[in-house]
Each structure stands twice: as C-alpha cells, then as structure tokens.
C-alpha cells in the first residue's frame, strides 16, 4: 500500500470514528434527557403520594362520616318524593315555590343524585334564610343553579330559579336503575 493510500485510509478511519463518537453522543444526549424527565415526573409522583398519604386520615374520617350521615338511596320514587317535598318547603318559610320539575337523577357508583328545578317567590332575607335552611351538611343537599330578578309586580320581592339537588348514598338498587 502506498503513502497516500495509508493515509487516506487513516484519515478515513479517523472520521469514521470521529462521525460515530458524534452519533454516540448525540444518542446519550437523548437517552439522558428522558432520564431526567422520567426521574423529575417520579419525584412529582413521589411527593404527591406523600402528601395524600398525609391526608389519609382525614380523608378516612370523612368517608367514615359519610357512611354513618349520608342518606341512604331506596327508591327512585322516595328519592324524587323527598327532593319535591324539599322544593314546596318554602310555604312555611314565607317563600312561594311554583313550576317545580324533576330533573333526571344521576347515578355514579359514589353517589345518586336526585334535584329539581323550581321558581320562588319571596322577600331577599326570606328566600336566602330558606334556601340556608336547606343546605345544611347533614342534608346532603345543594343549590347548583341560582338565578334571581326583581319581580315584576312587588318592588320588595324577587323571583328566582333554583336548581336543587340531593345526593345519597348508592346502593344495588341505585346502580340497576338505568
């Protein structure tokens, strides 16, 4: 082998290797970027899972507070008869309730909810003290949607549209309902 050709021939070695360290390089580059990502997404992990771990006992507690509180569901008919007995409970508290309306009750395997929508009538302090009244946390009951406007004809009074709801605990029945 000639001079020239022995020295092309290292030259062309020399790049070689050079060319593959580049790509070698190149690809641990890579290779330990998704290293630390993955390293980084498991720390965020690992202190999210401590600091519910940390929450477990008051978590605990209020699981075991909604099983000994919350409603149980029996029947679809109790659980709309209970909610619209709810809804017409304004008479006494010196609120007119009218166009009250079932709503179609969800069912999750963590809770049923059975609501209705209404209208009601009444002074601010009487309709708040009523709708107060009724949001109690032993209820299990909620004001989703609340809309109010001054009513049409009396200047002390207003109208409002109330979605209410009511939320118990499942059962097989709940969950065969469809």
Request: hydrophobic residues 45%; contains cysteine; negative net charge.
């Amino acid at each position: 082998m000639k001079a020239s050709e022995r020295l092309l021939l290292s030259a062309f070695l020399t790049l070689l290797l050079v060319g593959g360290a580049v790509i070698l390089w190149d690809l641990y580059r890579d290779r330990k970027a998704l290293l630390i990502d993955d390293r980084e997404r498991m720390e965020l992990e690992l202190v999210e899972i401590e600091a519910l771990m940390e929450d477990k006992a008051t978590w605990t507690a209020r699981a075991e507070m909604l099983a000994q509180t919350q409603p149980a569901f029996t029947s679809r008919a109790d659980a709309d008869n209970a909610i619209f007995a709810d809804a017409q409970s304004g008479d006494g508290a010196n609120v007119a309730t009218s166009e009250i309306k079932l709503i179609e009750p969800v069912v999750t395997p963590h809770y049923v909810q059975s609501g209705v929508t209404m209208r009601a009538t009444g002074t601010v302090e009487d309709v708040f003290r009523w709708l107060h009244g009724l949001q109690t946390p032993e209820t299990f009951r909620v004001v989703r949607s609340f809309k109010a406007t001054p009513h049409p004809e009396e200047n002390e009074q207003i109208e409002c549209e109330i979605e209410l709801l009511r939320w118990y605990a499942p059962s097989d029945v709940a969950v065969a309902t469809p």
